[in-house]
C-alpha cells in the first residue's frame, strides 16, 4: 500500500531558527513529490521534485529528493512568525497522496 | 487568488438536505479533482476528472455524487450526509493528471447537523 509519512507531526521554534521537515514514502510507481504549506484553508505549492539529489530553493525555503533512500527534506532557514503553517507532503500518481503533515508554529 | 474559486466557503446542513458545492478554475487546466480533509487526517482523495471524464472514484459513498459539466467546472452534490461528514472539501485542478502540481481552492468548511 502507498504511503507517506511525515515527521516531526508538530514543531515549534522560535525566530530565526533553522527547520528541517521530513517525508518519507513507500510508492509503486512514484512520479514526483510535492511540497504545500497550508495556513488557513488552501494549501499552496511550494516545491515539485522529481530527480534525486538536486536542490530545489526559493527564499529561504529548499527541498532536495533522495530516490535511493525514499524520503525527502523541506527546510527553512532563518524562521520567521509567517512561516507557521501545516507542511504537507505528497507522492503523484493520477492525483496526490498527502502525509498528515507537520504543523510548524514560530514563536517571536 | 482567483485561480481556483469554491462556493459556498461554509456550509451547514441537516441529514436529510441536498446541496451542492461548487469548484471553478480559471487556469485552463484539463484535471480537476474533490478532496476531503477532516481533522487529524491526511488529505483524502474523492474524486478525479480529466477532460470532464472520471478516471477514479476512490470508494466514496454514493452519498457523495461528482459532476463535471465541462473542463472549468466541477460539482460535489451531496444527500443524506452523516455528521462525520463534516470537514473541509478542497477542490483542485492541474493541466493534467500524473506529474503536475496541483492548485487548490479555498475550500469549502461543511458541518453536518
Known amino acids: 500500500e502507498d504511503k507517506v509519512v511525515q515527521s516531526p507531526l508538530s514543531l515549534v521554534v522560535h525566530e530565526g531558527d533553522t527547520v528541517t521537515l521530513n517525508c518519507s514514502y513507500e510508492?509503486?510507481?512514484?512520479?514526483?513529490l510535492l511540497w504545500y504549506k497550508q495556513e488557513k484553508k488552501a494549501p499552496t505549492f511550494l516545491f515539485m521534485l522529481?530527480?534525486?539529489?538536486i536542490e530545489k530553493k526559493s527564499g529561504r525555503l529548499s527541498s532536495i529528493l533522495d530516490k535511493k533512500e525514499l524520503f525527502s527534506i523541506l527546510n527553512i532557514t532563518a524562521t520567521q512568525t509567517g512561516d507557521s503553517a501545516v507542511y504537507l507532503c505528497?507522492?503523484?500518481?493520477?492525483?496526490?497522496?498527502f502525509g498528515k503533515g507537520t504543523s510548524l508554529l514560530v514563536t517571536p | 487568488e482567483t485561480g481556483v474559486t469554491q462556493t459556498p466557503r461554509h456550509l451547514v446542513m441537516g441529514m436529510t438536505n441536498k446541496k451542492s458545492l461548487k469548484c471553478e478554475q480559471h487556469?485552463?487546466?484539463?484535471?480537476m479533482y474533490w478532496y476531503k480533509q477532516s481533522a487529524k487526517k491526511p488529505l483524502e482523495l474523492m474524486f478525479v476528472?480529466?477532460?470532464?471524464?472520471?478516471?477514479e472514484n476512490n470508494s466514496v459513498p454514493s452519498r457523495f455524487s461528482p459532476e463535471c459539466p465541462n473542463s472549468s467546472h466541477l460539482f460535489l452534490h451531496l444527500h443524506t450526509l452523516q455528521p462525520e461528514d463534516s470537514a473541509l472539501y478542497l477542490c483542485?485542478?492541474?493541466?493534467?493528471?500524473?506529474?503536475?502540481?496541483?492548485?487548490f481552492g479555498p475550500g469549502t468548511r461543511l458541518t453536518v447537523t
Open positions: 483542485a485542478s492541474s493541466p493534467g493528471t500524473g506529474t503536475y502540481e496541483q492548485y
Open positions: 510508492v509503486t510507481n512514484f512520479r514526483s
Open positions: 522529481t530527480s534525486s539529489g
Open positions: 505528497a507522492f503523484s500518481g493520477y492525483a496526490l497522496n
Open positions: 487556469l485552463g487546466h484539463n484535471a
Open positions: 476528472y480529466s477532460l470532464e471524464e472520471r478516471v
